[in-house]
T-cell receptor, first 116, second 114 residues
């Protein structure tokens, strides 16, 4: 079946512009995560959505970052007034939520954002 | 705060040799430890995982060990092949207020030399 898809795959923007990144999770996956991966670094948690619960926004680095998800479908990550330090690969992952807490995350291919 | 340390950052081995990557976590409440492989230009993919009630798990050429007392877990790849070359990430997870939080290590770039 289809995996997690993200669009665009690459985005080049000018400093100060707003960007919107999209994630299509696996159908039926109630949990959705956004991560940031700077060059040569690990995955930095940004935000987590679980069904209709309030999202966990504890990883968002500043108020320029926001994300939305409609129900259990598509999510968009918006970065306003982009800065050069926002340049990174933004990864989306989705998962089922199992009672025992052992839920495999399935990652999309990422969006590579370059801020000039 | 919670963190996961991963070593080494780079590892080169000859084809056929074994590779070992080690991680240490800080939060003793973590109960799930997945390992991901990330190939160039792709998202990470789960290769093996271990739960806190198990000390070791093996799947063909890869194995993971967990020492809860020391808060260490390790990935072992035997009989390495060129296609094993990738970046490997460990992670520690627990459920916190309904959220399944994953803390990732900084990654190990493995190069298998033919």
């Amino acid at each position: 079946g289809a995996g997690v898809s993200q669009s665009p795959s690459n985005k080049v923007t000018e400093k100060g512009k707003d960007v919107e990144l999209r994630c299509d999770p696996i159908s039926g996956h109630t949990a959705l995560y956004w991560y940031r991966q700077r060059l040569g670094q690990g995955l930095e948690f940004l935000i987590y959505f679980q069904g209709n619960s309030a999202p966990d926004k504890s990883g968002l680095p500043s108020d320029r970052f926001s994300a939305e998800r409609t129900g259990e479908s598509v999510s968009t990550l918006t970065i306003q007034r982009t800065q050069q330090e926002d340049s990174a690969v933004y990864l989306c992952a989705s998962s089922l939520v199992l009672l025992a807490g052992y839920n495999e995350q399935f990652f999309g291919p990422g969006t590579r954002l370059t801020v000039l | 705060g919670e963190n996961v340390e991963q070593h080494p950052s780079t590892l080169s081995v000859q084809e056929g040799d074994s590779a070992v990557i080690k991680c240490t976590y800080s939060d003793s409440a973590s109960n799930y430890f997945p390992w991901y492989k990330q190939e160039l230009g792709k998202g990470p993919q789960l290769i093996i995982d271990i739960r806190s009630n198990v000390g070791e798990k093996k799947d063909q050429r890869i194995a993971v060990t967990l020492n809860k007392t020391a808060k260490h877990f390790s990935l072992h790849i035997t009989e390495t092949q060129p296609e094993d070359s990738a970046v490997y990430f460990c992670a520690a997870s627990k459920r916190t207020s309904g959220t399944y939080k994953y803390i990732f290590g900084t990654g190990t770039r493995l190069k298998v030399l033919a």
